[in-house]
């Protein structure tokens, strides 16, 4: 209880060090938050869409069951292809008929002759869709060729520029985060200068003199970890509905998973924020460490 009474009360000493220190951790720590979730969610759309028949190949009327096995396993034989499913025509209308179950009219007009039968291939990798777009497209009886390289391309740009400029942000925000840390307790220091060299001359040990400061850019890191992950919880929150109809016919995106231990970005559920704010504490404690133990090092030397 003194301790916490002794905190406030070097606050109220100078308070605008203070604001500013809790401020610029409040600040970096949103963003980090922010850049955390857009990579994750980004990496695990990405992921999701990997997932999904990448190609899909559409057979003339002629294309006989003999030629698309041969297809198949030239496919096989790049090392290229994760997995193959054939759909026949008799398939296809029943997988239309589930899609247009609620419209009558649609399904009286269709019957199995008029689907074709198609070939849907999931790659190892994204950059080998065009390559074996191209191959598959040599093929006699090829009707057509679709694949999602648009959609996937994107995700890998937006993914990697996401990462590259969020680095390069925090980076710098990080910085002067630890500069006003260190500014802010070295006045702090400055101030109680008469007194450590009391405490100094009475016996106190290293660590009773340091350890005041030290817990003071704790309780800075703990403060702005806590308002990040509430305006951050609260942004979540309001553009639940626009997250929804982006992320519609997704069912999940994992934000951290550990074999089955997972927290997922997508629902938004009470565990997503429970572990947002435990990484977000987590990174104020580091940076409130660091920053004290940097700045009591500096100018409290014996």
Do not use: C, H
């Not at 009558?104 to 002759?113: F, H, K, R």
């Not at 995106?253 to 435990?278: H, K, N």
């Amino acid at each position: 209880m003194s301790q916490t009474v002794t905190f406030w009360k070097r606050i109220r000493r100078t308070p605008y060090q203070s604001v500013a220190s809790i401020f610029m951790i409040f600040i970096t720590l949103f963003v980090m938050a922010i850049f955390l979730l857009l990579v994750t969610s980004s990496s695990a759309i990405l992921s999701y869409f990997e997932s999904k028949p990448q190609l899909t190949v559409f057979f003339k009327d002629e294309k006989d069951m003999e030629s698309v096995t041969e297809l198949i396993e030239k496919l096989k034989k790049t090392g290229k292809i994760a997995s193959t499913q054939y759909i026949s025509k008799e398939q296809a209308l029943a997988i239309y008929k589930e899609q247009n179950k609620n419209d009558p009219i649609l399904l009286e007009m269709v019957t199995a002759d008029i689907l074709p039968a198609s070939l849907e291939i999931s790659a190892t990798m994204p950059v080998y869709l065009s390559g074996l777009a191209e191959l598959v497209n040599e093929e006699k009886g090829i009707d057509e060729v679709v694949f999602q390289k648009d959609v996937v391309d994107t995700l890998i740009s937006w993914t990697s520029t996401v990462r590259k400029v969020g680095f390069v942000f925090i980076f710098f925000l990080l910085l002067s985060t630890l500069f006003i840390l260190l500014t802010t307790i070295g006045m702090k220091i400055a101030l109680r200068k008469e007194e450590i060299e009391v405490l100094r001359l009475v016996g106190a040990t290293f660590w009773f003199i340091r350890k005041p400061f030290i817990s003071e850019g704790l309780i800075y890191g703990i403060t702005g970890a806590t308002l990040a992950w509430i305006v951050v919880s609260g942004l979540l929150l309001y553009l639940r509905p626009f997250i929804t109809s982006f992320l519609q016919g997704i069912p999940s995106l994992p934000l951290w998973q550990v074999e089955s231990i997972a927290i997922y970005m997508w629902p938004l559920t009470p565990i997503l924020f429970v572990g947002l704010w435990l990484i977000l504490v987590f990174l104020g404690f580091i940076i409130g460490l660091i920053g004290s133990l940097f700045a009591v090092s500096r100018y409290l030397k014996d």
